[in-house]
């Protein structure tokens, strides 16, 4: 009969770093930080006067068995959405997105038409 075994992943941030595993979370945290900055998905700022801020919180995964020395920790900081409201915080959602067959028509239309690319 297998035995389930039950794989703890961290709520919080402060679980995390606290935790008997907290070398491993400190590394990836410090990955995913490194990645945001290296991509510039974000960066730090003083709040403008007045306006409200969207928080995050940090997601944690452990893929493996508890005692397994290869098990994979994963981090990411995710933005918490859900505390704005439409026509307040935001007034549109965008997000910029190419389909295949516009891709393929562009090619086509270029030689139809003998037009020319610049």
């Known amino acids: 009969m297998a035995e389930d075994i039950e794989v703890h992943e ?3 941030y402060h679980e995390a770093i606290t935790s008997g595993e907290s ?4 590394d990836v945290i410090s990955e995913e930080t490194e990645s ?6 974000w960066k730090l700022v003083r709040p403008p006067k007045g306006q409200k ?3 995050c919180k940090w997601v944690f995964k452990k893929e493996g068995a508890p005692g397994v020395e290869d098990a994979r920790f994963k981090a990411w900081l995710v933005a918490l959405s ?3 409201k439409e ?3 935001f007034n549109e959602v965008f997000s910029p997105v190419v389909k295949h067959s516009s891709i ?3 090619p086509s239309m270029v030689t139809l038409f003998h ?3 610049e």
């Open 82 to 84: 859900y505390t704005q």
């Open 115 to 117: 037009l020319e690319l």
């Open 10 to 12: 961290p709520c919080t």
């Open 87 to 89: 026509g307040i915080d």
């Open 23 to 26: 070398a491993q979370w400190i």
């Open 104 to 106: 393929r028509v562009l």
């Open 36 to 41: 945001l900055h290296k991509n510039h998905t």
């Open 53 to 55: 801020i969207v928080g």
